[in-house]
Nanobody, 124 residues
Framework: QVQLVESGGGLVQAGDSLRLSCAASGRTFSTYAMGWFRQAPGKEREFVAAISGSGRYTNYANSVKGRFTISRDNAKNTVYLQMNNLKPEDTAVYYC?????????????????WGQGTQVTVSS
């Protein structure tokens, strides 16, 4: 069982940066691929970024490529999402997720554990 707690969301202006963190419980964090997803009101949950257990492999949605960076610190059981040049369309609740079965899954139903989410609001 893995428990995930996100933090770092907030209200920012377009062009600003935010760094989200997701702290995980447990002693086997490095065996989990980690992903970030987001869900805007009235929309489906969508993939943002994923990172393999070792941190060697990453994957990004086209909409955030070049602006967002996913990273992890396995010694701290934490995964990060650095978000630069934020846009109003990035406004959503951001969730982190953990999976032990796949290398860097990009589909929500591949993940077994989810955090409660953190709100990111970008004003124009």
């Amino acid at each position: 069982q893995v428990q995930l707690v996100e933090s770092g969301g907030g209200l920012v202006q377009a062009g600003d940066s935010l760094r989200l963190s997701c702290a995980a419980s447990g002693r086997t964090f490095s065996t989990y691929a980690m992903g970030w997803f987001r869900q805007a009101p009235g929309k489906e949950r969508e993939f943002v970024a994923a990172i393999s257990g070792s941190g060697r492999y990453t994957n990004y949605a086209n909409s955030v490529k070049g602006r967002f960076t996913i990273s992890r610190d396995n010694a701290k059981n934490t995964v990060y999402l650095q978000m630069n040049n934020l846009k109003p369309e990035d406004t959503a609740v951001y969730y982190c997720a953990a999976d032990q079965k796949y290398l860097i899954p990009t589909v929500a139903n591949k993940y077994d554990y989810w955090g409660q989410g953190t709100q990111v609001t970008v004003s124009s």
